[in-house]
């Protein structure tokens, strides 16, 4: 049995519940390769395969951030979702307990 790429799954944004799909190649409308995409009309998040999985993580992180600016309406550019996401994953890298604290905090479990 192949092993499910662990970004497979769905995730809730808001109101929407994004279908999170890994794929072997996500291709913009004007043929581009592209490393992910937010479908919202779909409530669909791709994530290409064909790049690292630090990438695949990072792409991930962006496509949230690209759904949450959807859903709450921020009118970020791409210029503000890059920057977002750079700092959420320099966030998460400097600070690795971060998300066992916030587990922690929400259920209170050790994690
Ligand atoms: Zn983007």
Redesign the pocket.
């Known amino acids: 049995m192949a092993k499910k790429n662990k970004y497979c799954g769905k995730i809730k944004v808001g109101m929407e519940i994004y279908k999170i799909q890994v794929q072997g190649g996500v291709v913009a409308d004007d043929g581009k390769g592209l490393l ?3 479908d919202h009309s779909k409530s669909l998040i791709r994530i290409s395969t064909g790049y690292n999985k630090y990438d695949q993580y990072k792409t991930l992180w ?2 949230i ?2 759904a949450i600016n959807s859903e709450r309406n921020l009118e970020l550019d ?1 210029t503000k ?2 920057q977002l996401t750079n700092g959420l994953v320099l966030l998460l890298h400097d600070n690795p307990n971060l998300i066992s604290m916030i587990l922690e905090e929400r259920f209170g479990k050790n994690y």
């Open positions: 992910g995409q937010a962006h496509e951030i690209h791409e979702v890059n």
